[in-house]
């Protein structure tokens, strides 16, 4: 064969490894479709997608559905298509200080399983590397999977995380400099994308939360800890080295003080957290927690008031331990940035509640699942891990 036909020949395959791709993410964001509706989406001939239809059928990416069209004209029914979400499943981490949040999801984004567990804060790094191994496979075997069915795994951790993925922890200090994802290796054998909790929190409520119709947000992690993930132009803005939004580590915004402020000696119930309790005086009319809550948001004002300044964000999440708060966080902070800004953005509280970073870390995963499946070529199976 001559150089060009044989440049011709990969030229034809790679375009229709290309259209086969385009089918495939056009029924990825609406299921079901008929041939009409593909070929309306995807701008290709109808003979190309009828062709590509069966094609992507037999290697079993979709598949027919018998489920009726709404106001569907008497007379034989067009086929119609879904993508087959249930063909592999990602995880989402949230692995803190003290807890465990595990979700398995679907290719769609749909949660078909969750677990939460807490732990003492004491636990060393590799005794939390030891925890999270076991229970990620015994939380995959209730689920009837194994391993080579999980198609990507997104981690959330408390610290920041560097270009390549290392932690620079300083919660859990004997995880820095760790690379968590080879840790992960010999557990799952998918492509695992560990990154600041934080961050994927605001990647959760951007997709399924607070800041859906948002697309420059700052999400700031209130409680014990402050943090911020931050959305520019909808795209999640991380920093050089993975730093952006870490101010709790800058002392001169007086947030140690702040934190020191939010001690609780109110009334517990068993099991109950600080924070949670202090949360449920707040709602409960208690005018001393009101006031203890009042004071910690001044402290806390100072840092934040310096990011809307450099940011100038759309939308102010508040998320974390004080979410349960509510409605009343949002005026009460407003009151102290006010003297402190040009201008107090929008604020809204999350309403994701514990399973925020965890959602966000499923959202991390199939991003990854997503991107490689926009190469498809060939038969049903797992994207490898790089």
């Known amino acids: 064969m001559a150089v060009h036909d044989r440049a011709r020949g990969h030229d034809l395959a790679g375009l229709r490894g290309l259209n086969t791709a385009v089918v495939l ?44 069209a709404a106001g569907r ?66 939380f995959l075997a209730d689920q009837g999977l194994g391993p080579d069915d999980v198609w990507a795994v997104g981690v959330g951790v408390p610290g920041m995380v560097d270009e390549t993925g290392r932690i620079r922890s300083v919660i859990v200090p004997d995880w820095t400099d ?34 859906t119709l948002a697309d420059d947000v700052a999400c700031v992690l209130v409680g014990h800890r402050i943090s911020c993930g931050l959305l520019i132009d909808g795209r999640l803005h991380r920093g050089r080295r993975g730093g952006a939004g870490e101010l709790g580590i800058l002392p001169q915004l007086g947030l140690d003080e702040a934190e020191k402020a939010l001690a609780w000696e109110g009334e517990r119930l068993p099991g109950e957290s600080g924070t949670d309790a202090l949360a449920r005086a707040v709602l409960a009319g208690d ?27 759309e939308l102010l999440v508040l998320s974390g331990a004080l979410a349960p708060v509510g409605d009343p966080l949002g005026p009460l902070l407003t009151a102290h940035l006010g003297p402190l800004t040009l201008h107090v953005p929008r604020i809204a509280v999350s309403a994701l ?33 790089p």
């Open 25 to 68: 993410r056009a029924l990825r964001q609406e299921s079901p479709q008929t041939v009409s509706g593909l070929t309306t989406a995807t701008g290709l001939s109808r003979p190309t997608v009828e062709a590509l239809v069966e094609e992507l059928c037999a290697q079993g990416w979709i598949a027919e559905t018998d489920a009726p």
């Open 73 to 138: 004209a008497p007379g034989r029914p067009a086929r119609r298509f879904r993508f087959r979400a249930e063909a592999g499943h990602v995880v989402g981490v949230d692995i803190g200080l003290k807890k465990l949040v595990l979700l398995l999801s679907r290719l769609d984004g749909e949660v078909v399983a969750r677990q939460r567990e807490d732990f003492p804060p004491e636990l060393s790094g590799a005794e939390r590397i030891a925890l999270l191994r076991s229970r990620l496979r015994r």
């Open 287 to 313: 005018a001393e927690a009101l006031d203890v809550l009042d004071r910690y948001l001044a402290g806390v004002a100072p840092g934040i008031a310096a990011l809307v300044l450099a940011l100038d964000p």
């Open 178 to 211: 760790l690379d968590l994802a080879r840790r992960l290796a010999d557990t799952v054998p998918c492509r695992v994308l560990v990154e600041n909790d934080v961050n994927l929190a605001v990647l959760a409520e951007h997709w399924r939360g607070a800041a």
């Open 353 to 385: 509640g514990r399973e925020g970073v965890a959602l966000g870390a499923v959202r991390r995963a199939l991003d990854a699942v997503e991107a490689q499946l926009g190469y498809h070529t060939g038969p049903l199976q797992p994207p490898s891990a």
